[in-house]
C-alpha cells in the first residue's frame, strides 16, 4: 500500500510519542505522556499545549531538517510540559524552563524562545582579547593549506593544524567553545566491525568522544544505528571529515583489491577493511611518536604510543547530560582473512588525508507528500 502524506504525519507523531518515553526514561523523568501531533502550521517549529495536553511539531521541521533538530525541539516542548505539570502557569522561559530543560538534556542553544533554529546563527569570531591570535590565525592559515593539490604540502598542513589544536586545546576559526554533538546516520540496523574501528581512531586520535546509539529517518520511516561525535565543534568536524574520508577510501581500496584477489566473500572484505583502518592507526601513532622527538626508525608498538586521554570536566558533563544511562560495551570478536587483513594494513600505512575540511554538509529537504 502507498504511503500518503497523512500517513507520514501518523508515524512520526506514533514516532515522538516513543521519543518521549525514552527520553523520560533516559533522565529518569517522571512525566504524562501527552497527545503529539504534527501539523502544518507554519508560525512555530514546536508548541505545547496545556489545555490540550499535547505537543504539536512542525511538519515542515521533520521534512527539512534531520531528526535530530527535531528532536531538540521536541525536548524544549516537553521542558514546557514539564513546568506545566509540575508548577502550572509560571512564565514561559523562566526559571522553572531552564531547570526542566537541565533535566531533560535540551542543549543551551534549543532552550530559547524564537523562530530561528540555531543551526541558521552565525557563530562568533574567536579571535577575541582572551585567545592567542597568532595561534588562531596560524591554524586557519594551515586549514587553508591543507586545500592544496600538492598531497604532501596538503597533508604537513593538516598535521601542523592538528597539533597546534592539541597541544593548546584551541578550537577551529569560527567555533563556539562550547561542546555539542554531531550524529552521522550509518543506515544499517547493527554496527559493523568497521566502523566501531573507525569510532576507536577517533576517539584516540581526534579528541573526540563516540557514541554508538541510534536515530530515526523520518525519510524512511526507520531507526538505524548511528556514531554520535561529541566534542568542540571545531573537533567535531575534522572527526565528521574524518570519518567520510575513511568511508569512502574503504569502498574503493576493496574494489582495487577485489581485482588484484578476485574471490573472497563478506569475511574478506570485512579483513581487508579491518587491516586498512589497522595500519592507518599505526601511522597516526607513529606521526605522534615522531612529533614527540623520537627517531623515525625506532619500532612501533602501538600498545605504548596510542595518546593519553585527556580529562575534560566541561565535555564529561555535556555527555553525561546527553546521555545519562550511559554503558560501556565491547564488541565481539571476528574471524579474519589474515592474507587480506595484512594486504589491508599494508594499504593502510600509506593512506594520505586529501582535502579540506570545510565540505558543505546541508541536509537536503525530504521529497515526500505534503
Given at each position: 500500500m502507498k504511503t500518503t502524506g497523512n500517513d507520514y504525519l501518523r508515524i512520526w507523531a506514533e514516532q515522538l510519542v516513543m521519543e518521549h518515553r525514552r527520553i523520560c526514561w533516559q533522565h529518569r523523568v517522571i512525566m504524562t505522556t501527552p497527545l503529539v501531533e504534527i501539523g502544518e502550521a507554519s508560525g512555530y517549529w514546536g508548541k505545547w499545549w496545556p489545555s490540550r495536553r499535547t505537543i504539536v511539531i512542525s511538519a515542515r521541521l521533520v521534512r527539512q531538517h534531520p531528526w535530530e533538530v527535531v528532536l531538540n525541539v521536541f525536548r524544549h516542548e516537553m521542558a514546557h510540559q514539564l513546568v506545566s505539570q509540575t508548577h502550572g502557569a509560571a512564565p514561559a522561559h523562566g526559571d522553572f524552563f531552564a531547570t526542566a530543560c537541565e533535566q531533560l538534556g535540551v542543549p543551551p542553544e534549543y532552550r530559547s524562545a524564537g523562530g530561528a533554529l540555531p543551526d541558521s546563527h552565525p557563530l562568533p569570531d574567536p579571535l577575541n582579547h582572551d585567545r592567542p591570535r597568532a595561534?588562531?590565525?596560524?591554524?586557519?592559515?594551515?586549514?587553508?593549506?591543507?586545500?592544496?593539490?600538492?598531497?604532501?604540502?596538503?597533508?604537513?598542513?593538516?598535521?601542523?593544524?592538528?597539533?597546534?589544536?592539541?597541544?593548546?586545546?584551541?578550537?577551529?576559526?569560527?567555533?563556539?567553545?562550547?561542546?555539542?554533538?554531531?550524529?552521522?546516520?550509518?543506515?544499517?540496523?547493527?554496527?559493523?566491525?568497521?566502523?566501531?574501528?573507525?569510532?576507536?581512531?577517533?576517539?584516540?586520535?581526534?579528541?573526540?568522544?563516540v557514541v554508538l546509539a541510534s536515530t530515526y529517518d523520518a525519510a524512511v520511516c526507520d531507526t538505524f544505528k548511528?556514531?554520535?561525535?561529541?566534542?568542540?565543534?571545531?573537533?567535531?568536524?575534522?572527526?565528521?571529515?574524518?570519518?567520510?574520508?575513511?568511508?569512502?577510501?574503504?569502498?574503493?581500496?576493496?574494489?582495487?583489491?577485489?581485482?588484484?584477489?578476485?574471490?573472497?566473500?563478506?569475511?574478506?572484505?570485512?579483513?581487508?577493511?579491518?587491516?586498512?583502518?589497522?595500519?592507518?592507526?599505526?601511522?597516526?601513532?607513529?606521526?605522534?611518536?615522531?612529533?614527540?622527538?623520537?627517531r623515525p626508525t625506532e619500532a612501533v608498538n602501538s600498545m605504548e604510543i596510542l595518546p593519553v586521554r585527556m580529562g575534560d570536566p566541561e565535555r564529561d558533563r555535556f555527555l553525561s547530560c546527553r546521555y545519562p544511562r550511559l554503558r560501556s560495551s565491547r564488541g565481539r570478536s571476528v574471524a579474519v582473512d589474515h592474507a587480506h587483513y595484512q594486504a589491508g594494513q599494508e594499504e593502510g600505512r600509506r593512506l594520505e588525508l586529501r582535502a579540506g575540511l570545510e565540505r558543505s554538509r546541508v541536509a537536503a529537504p525530504l521529497s515526500l507528500p505534503t
Open positions: 595561534l588562531l590565525e596560524k591554524v586557519r592559515k594551515l586549514l587553508a593549506l591543507s586545500e592544496s593539490a600538492n598531497e604532501h604540502e596538503a597533508l604537513l598542513a593538516m598535521r601542523k593544524a592538528r597539533e597546534l589544536l592539541d597541544q593548546h586545546r584551541l578550537p577551529l576559526p569560527g567555533e563556539q567553545s562550547e561542546y555539542c554533538s554531531l550524529v552521522i546516520n550509518l543506515g544499517r540496523r547493527m554496527v559493523s566491525s568497521h566502523h566501531r574501528a573507525i569510532a576507536s581512531i577517533l576517539m584516540d586520535h581526534f579528541q573526540v568522544e548511528c556514531l554520535d561525535l561529541i566534542g568542540r565543534p571545531g573537533q567535531v568536524k575534522v572527526a565528521e571529515y574524518i570519518f567520510h574520508f575513511l568511508e569512502n577510501r574503504l569502498v574503493r581500496l576493496w574494489e582495487n583489491q577485489r581485482r588484484l584477489r578476485p574471490g573472497g566473500g563478506r569475511t574478506a572484505a570485512n579483513s581487508y577493511r579491518l587491516g586498512v583502518l589497522k595500519g592507518f592507526r599505526e601511522k597516526l601513532a607513529g606521526e605522534r611518536k615522531g612529533a614527540a622527538g623520537r
